[in-house]
């Protein structure tokens, strides 16, 4: 497992941009796939976005194709979720997670060992 730390949150207007950082502690981190998850009060977790440990392929929820790009840094040990033109459905803790090596469905979050704490992001209307 590794350690996950979130930054990047906040509060922004319907239309805004947010960048969100997922830190990763470990040698192994680079050959993590990494997801990124959020989660209203009374919900399930929701898919968003995840990417293989090599970076070649992505993966995004049909709610947020076009707007979010998800990309990593594996010399710095950071997967990034760029969140463009947000609404105010997109108003939820999001969490990044990982699991190492190939993960078959990238959208379930079983396969995903280690979780950070979650970054809280508000879209106002």
């Known amino acids: 497992q590794v350690h996950l730390v979130e930054s990047g949150g906040g509060l922004v207007q319907a239309g805004g941009s947010l960048r969100l950082s997922c830190a990763g502690s470990?040698?192994?981190?680079?050959?993590?796939?990494v997801g990124w998850f959020r989660q209203t009060p009374g919900k399930e977790r929701e898919f968003v976005a995840a990417?293989?440990?090599?970076?070649?392929?992505?993966y995004y929820a049909d709610s947020v194709k076009g707007r979010f790009t998800i990309s990593r840094d594996n010399a710095k040990n950071t997967v990034f979720l760029q969140m463009n033109s947000l609404k105010p459905e997109d108003t939820a803790v999001h969490y990044c997670?990982?699991?190492?090596?190939?993960?078959?469905?990238?959208?379930?979050?079983?396969?995903?060992?280690?979780w950070g704490q979650g970054t809280q992001v508000t879209v106002s209307s």
């Open positions: 997670a990982a699991a190492f090596g190939v993960v078959a469905d990238p959208t379930n979050p079983n396969p995903y060992g280690s």
């Open positions: 990417i293989a440990w090599t970076g070649a392929n992505t």
């Open positions: 470990g040698r192994t981190f680079s050959l993590h796939t």
